[in-house]
């Protein structure tokens, strides 16, 4: 991790720890088997090391390595579409349970009792009245969350409500064509975990169409999560934040909220503005609030909080001997994390029954008790910061963040139909777009290959936007500022320089557009920019990258954008190269299913040509010049 020197300094001063950096050496060399996914740990008669270039080679079952390799590739689809459905689902309940209480609150409104959800409300109603005509329900909350529910785990054969109001024509055609149009959330993840069962699918092609149909759940799963928390906590609009571990401040009470749902981080963002006081008697300045990973791109959406790091560097913000506390809900946070913070002060607290980590705190946090869950929360910060030990040491690193660019805020500001881009697109000032999601992971320097393709693609004129970790990594380098706007080429700048001046707001270089689930957010967006140039989306000229992916839920959202006609780069090999047939059918025959494929690409430099080439070629088809 050499390309962030303040950071760097940091982990230098505490070679001593353990972290993701030195944790990844020690497990090198990996495995080769599993590195090309053709180990097959799928019954226990294995596992079963299948050589991808010896034919005469099968499992114990007679499996083969394309058996092997589909099997395990759509087995990540299927938990990354776990994951982002099952915050999806949360949020979905906490609606119902909301709306309900809401109904009693107005039957016994001459009671003065407290209701649980005094922290909670429908802040959005405008989303809530699009949203319902949209979907074709009823302008309620309760409306709402049911249909999402049903989206869920629904028994018709009507494909989901979430995808067939959002997809347009010509992909819902193909998709019903390949059978690839899922009808329940939950039934395909448990659809792909029973046809990867030992003796069930081996036949390649089918188990990756499976692995389609999963992915386009997984989107719909994004959707939800997207759709119920704008409803519930605002649909982001531009506003001005920080980004990088500079963000944390030495005479307050630092807490760092980290993980994915926003129903935990809205109500400690909410208490600990009530709590100063309590900070202030402990002789801290205040309660400082930064957040890390996607809740922290949730809450610099909505709120303007700062972001203290993205993914791989979660560990360094404890080392600066200031972070008091730090609240987990779900997904991204290390254990090693956990078990670091016993070397300092810092109280390390998880707060969901299904994510408890060894060595930390357990503060349960559910729709019963949440303003007195965050209360304890913030508590054990302050009581932290009295036991600071440790000089401490902040990086004099932060830049300047212009977020908050949901789809809702680009039409105001590019136009209801994106006439504006349309425009640019056409004329060849802006080449097209490209749609930044993903981790960091140790396999690449952090941020390098992030922020390197984007500097090289804003040169080329290519209209950035970014979510998750990606979008982090841009925040904390400076990207996402007007200052930035030096790295465009001359006809994004024009673009840029026309909308600040119609809007009279400063505008970045790239467009945060939210977390990983709020790719959902991107989806729109390229649905939108399709229908506004009258073509399908295979035909635009996008691409996706995930340029330092680790997780399973990049590899579902990689997935669903191949799915809607995208090129989908990759900047860290997944586990498929143990099956040429796979291979080849991921990166080649895709595209001529669903227009989109697959570019597997571990070198930066490499992958920014090749990912400006696939827009040449999309324009050259649209006879752009
Ligand atoms: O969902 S980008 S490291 S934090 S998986 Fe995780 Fe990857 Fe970050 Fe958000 Ni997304």
Redesign the pocket.
């Known amino acids: 991790m050499e390309f962030d020197n303040k950071n760097q300094e940091i982990l230098e001063k505490n070679k001593d720890k353990e972290t993701i950096f030195s944790r990844f050496e020690k497990q090198q060399p990996s495995c080769n088997f599993g590195e090309i996914g053709s180990c097959c740990r799928i019954c226990i008669m294995g596992p079963c090391r299948v050589s991808p270039t010896d034919y005469s080679k099968v499992g114990v079952c007679g499996a083969r390595a394309y058996t092997i390799v589909s099997r395990g590739i759509i087995r990540a689809i299927a938990a ?1 579409c776990a ?2 459905s099952g915050h999806g689902k949360e949020l979905a309940l906490a609606l119902l349970e909301i709306s309900e209480n809401s109904k009693n609150q107005e039957q016994h409104a001459h009671n003065n009792s407290k209701h649980h959800h005094s922290c909670y409300q429908i802040t959005d109603k405008t989303k809530l009245k699009k949203l319902a005509l949209k979907l074709g329900i009823k302008e309620d909350p309760k409306e709402l969350a049911l249909a999402a529910l049903k989206d869920f785990s629904k028994y018709d054969k009507q494909p989901l409500l979430w995808l067939s109001k959002h997809l347009n024509k010509e992909r819902i055609k193909l998709f019903t064509r390949y059978g690839v149009l899922p009808e329940n959330i939950e039934g395909t993840i448990s659809e792909v975990l029973h046809r990867t069962h030992v003796g069930t699918d081996a036949e390649p092609i089918n188990i990756l169409f499976g692995g389609i149909k999963c992915s386009l759940s997984d989107l719909a799963g994004e959707h939800i999560s997207t759709d119920i928390s704008d409803v519930l906590f605002g649909t982001p609009r531009p506003c001005i934040s920080e980004a990088n571990l500079g963000v944390l401040k030495e005479d307050h009470v630092n807490i760092a909220v980290h ?2 749902t926003p129903l935990l981080s809205e109500a400690v963002v909410k208490v600990a503005k009530e709590m100063n006081e309590q900070a202030k008697a402990v002789g801290a300045k205040g309660i400082n609030v930064v957040g ?4 922290g ?1 949730e809450l610099m959406m909505r709120k303007g909080v700062p972001l203290a790091t ?3 560097s979660q560990e360094l913000a404890i080392m600066t001997n200031v972070l008091d506390a730090i609240v987990v809900d779900v ?2 946070i290390m254990p090693g994390f956990a078990s670091l913070s016993q070397c300092y002060h810092t109280r390390f607290i998880t707060t969901m029954p299904i994510s408890k980590i060894p060595t930390a705190y357990h503060i349960e946090f559910n729709q019963k008790n949440v303003l007195e869950s965050a209360q304890l929360i913030i508590q054990q910060g302050i009581l932290a910061f009295k036991e600071r030990r440790g000089i401490p040491f902040i990086p004099k690193v932060k830049n300047k963040v212009i977020a908050g660019f949901s789809l809702e805020a680009l039409q105001e500001l590019i136009g209801e139909k994106l006439e504006l881009l349309v425009e640019y697109i056409k004329s060849g000032k802006i080449k097209g777009v490209v749609c930044f ?4 992971n140790p396999k690449t320097c952090q941020d390098l290959s992030h922020v390197s393709i984007a500097k090289e693609l804003a040169k080329n004129n290519i209209l950035i936007v970014a ?4 979008a ?1 990594a841009f925040a904390k380098h400076g990207l996402m500022n007007e200052d930035a706007q030096k790295y465009a080429g001359a006809g994004l700048k024009e673009f840029l320089k026309a909308l600040t001046t119609k809007t009279k707001q400063d505008l970045p270089l790239i467009f945060h557009m939210g ?3 709020d790719n959902s957010r991107v989806s729109d967006f390229i649905i939108l920019l399709a229908k506004s140039f009258n073509i399908d989306i295979s035909e635009l000229p996008v691409v996706f990258t ?1 340029p330092e ?6 590899i579902a ?1 990689a997935t669903w954008f191949l799915s809607l006609g995208i090129p989908s780069h990759i900047g860290v090999m997944p586990p498929v190269k143990g099956s040429s047939l796979v291979y080849d059918v991921l990166t080649n025959t895709a595209r001529d299913v669903y227009g989109g494929y697959f570019i597997f690409e571990t070198d930066y430099k490499k992958a920014t040509k090749i990912l400006l080439d696939a827009i040449e070629e999309r324009r050259f088809k649209l006879e752009l010049s």
């Open positions: 990354g994951a982002h993980g994915h890390i990973c996607c809740t791109n993205n993914f791989a997904q991204c999601a993903g981790c960091n979510t998750g970790c990606a982090g977390s990983c689930v995930a992916p680790m997780s399973e839920k990049a959202i």
